[in-house]
């Protein structure tokens, strides 16, 4: 903005950003609820839209607090947020100390100091909390004037501000997806990630990530190794056209962009289809495991012929490994001249014990087939992450859902062709070594012979590529 109007400095005493900052929050989520809640008052409007094209600062929320209209309710509100008045007015840290690895910075010397570092966090925060606002602002004063606003032949709703809406036909059931004074909720998964509930449905608001997010590597964010929104958009469209088809129970899915908005100042956001009940590896496979031992006759052609296959594989050096727990020596007198695995360390297989393996093929396997429709689309994701899993109740499939494409990058035909065959040597490899080449069964060395043996019968079932090299 042009002008900002200075709020009287707070004595030294109260600038304690640890002390401040939770009264401040609390003060800020008032501030911001009036504002929603007055957001038909054309004061309340002119106030707000300039920051439709303001750059995201430190000082934002400052500035903001600094140009409140002088509303019975706001005046009220503002005038009992003494704690957020000192708290946005403690001077910005320097850009200059502040280094890429946020995250990181106040662990190391000569940087930030770990109060300066949740400061800054929180007030970003704010700061994109005001340009949520922003948008809000300037949709109700459209609405106001009576203007229809429709998209152009790209799909795309332009605003005075510069301000453009994509995708809007995309939420056609959902009108006001990307209105942010239509949303009933929106709570914060991580830092640039957000479930936001509209017209009593949730969805995924995914900010563009930037230097002053926090869920960093270390060694810190990259602007050139991050895509824009609009990106992740054209690539979440790319990984769910068409739809995977699902094969030995398991179903690649990735989560499923609807549109996003994008600010002539840089900000910008996305918008996604909600997935409901995803867990993590380890709930997934536990999941799986009780859903499959539950169905002992769905599984008994498989169970029969997995306890047959797997004798062949109680010689290779990722079912000795079980035994040659105590060194080569110990080996060598467990498996004789002829390095074979004894008769009598060929148990047979319980059920319960092919529950556990079949699900631990299914979690391998759908990381491969995940990569296989990667490599198709030409698409390769440089983080390796973002990957959730589902598993309906009762029923022995897995769905293994994609996410994040903010590090998705475009591979020529030739990387698509050198990528397929170090897919298939690193599911070949699992025969000779427990890790190879990535080829990381997660079976712990607790694991015996015979569910070592087992698993690698049913990968070679489910995937030619799994055939063993002996």
Not at 159 to 185: C, M, R, T, Y
Not at 246 to 261: C, D, S
Not at 429 to 453: F, L, P, Y
């Amino acid at each position: 903005m042009s002008e900002t109007a200075l709020l009287p400095a707070p004595p030294e005493a109260l600038l304690d950003p640890v002390a401040l900052q939770p009264a401040a929050v609390e003060e800020w989520q008032r501030i911001t609820g009036g504002l929603l809640r007055e957001m038909d008052n054309p004061d309340v409007q002119a106030a707000l839209t300039p920051y439709c094209t303001t750059p995201i600062s430190e000082d934002l929320p400052r500035d903001a607090l600094a140009h409140l209209p002088e509303t019975p309710l706001l005046r009220r509100l503002h005038e009992s947020s003494t704690a957020l008045d000192a708290y946005t007015n403690i001077p910005p840290v320097d850009e200059s100390r502040i280094p890429r690895d946020i995250q990181y910075a106040w662990k190391k010397a000569g940087t930030i100091t770990e109060d300066e570092f949740s400061m800054i966090e929180q007030r970003y925060i704010m700061a994109r909390d005001i340009k949520l606002l922003a948008l809000g602002a300037e949709l109700q004063q459209v609405a106001t004037t009576g203007e229809q606003l429709q998209p152009d032949e790209t799909d795309t709703i332009h605003l005075p501000s510069g301000i453009e809406l994509h995708g809007v036909s995309a939420a056609e059931n959902s009108p006001n997806l990307f209105d942010p004074n239509k949303w009933q909720g929106r709570e914060q998964l991580k830092d640039r990630v957000h479930i936001v509930t509209v017209d009593g449905q949730k969805y995924i608001m995914k900010e563009q990530k930037t230097e002053r997010h926090t869920d960093t590597t270390e060694g810190g964010h990259q602007e050139s190794h991050r895509i824009p929104p609009a990106r992740e958009f054209e690539i979440g469209q790319k990984l769910n056209t068409p739809e995977a088809p699902p094969k030995g129970g398991i179903q690649v899915k990735w989560e499923r962009p609807l549109g996003y908005v994008e600010y002539p100042d840089g900000f910008a956001f996305g918008m996604y289809e909600f997935e409901e009940g995803l867990v993590a590896e380890v709930e997934a496979e536990s999941a799986l495991f009780n859903n499959i031992f539950d169905q002992p006759e769905a599984f008994k052609d498989e169970f029969e012929a997995c306890s047959a296959d797997m004798q062949r594989f109680f010689d290779t050096p990722f079912v000795r490994e079980a035994y040659d727990v105590r060194g080569p020596r110990f080996g060598a007198a467990i498996f004789g001249r002829a390095n074979r695995t004894p008769k009598a360390l060929r148990q047979p297989l319980d059920f319960r014990d092919f529950a556990a393996v079949k699900a631990r093929q299914m979690m391998i396997s759908s990381a491969y087939d995940q990569a296989d429709v990667q490599i198709e689309r030409n698409l390769h994701d440089a983080d390796n992450d973002g990957t959730l899993y589902r598993v309906q109740p009762g029923k022995a499939e897995l769905e293994i859902i994609g996410l994040d494409f903010e590090r998705y990058v475009e591979t020529s035909a030739d990387e698509v062709v050198d990528r397929k065959a170090q897919q298939a040597e690193s599911m070949a490899a699992i025969h000779e070594e427990r890790k190879s080449n990535g080829a990381d069964t997660g079976i712990a060395q607790s694991w015996r012979g015979r569910e070592r043996a087992a698993l690698l019968s049913l990968l070679e079932q489910s995937d030619p590529r799994w055939t063993s090299r002996q």
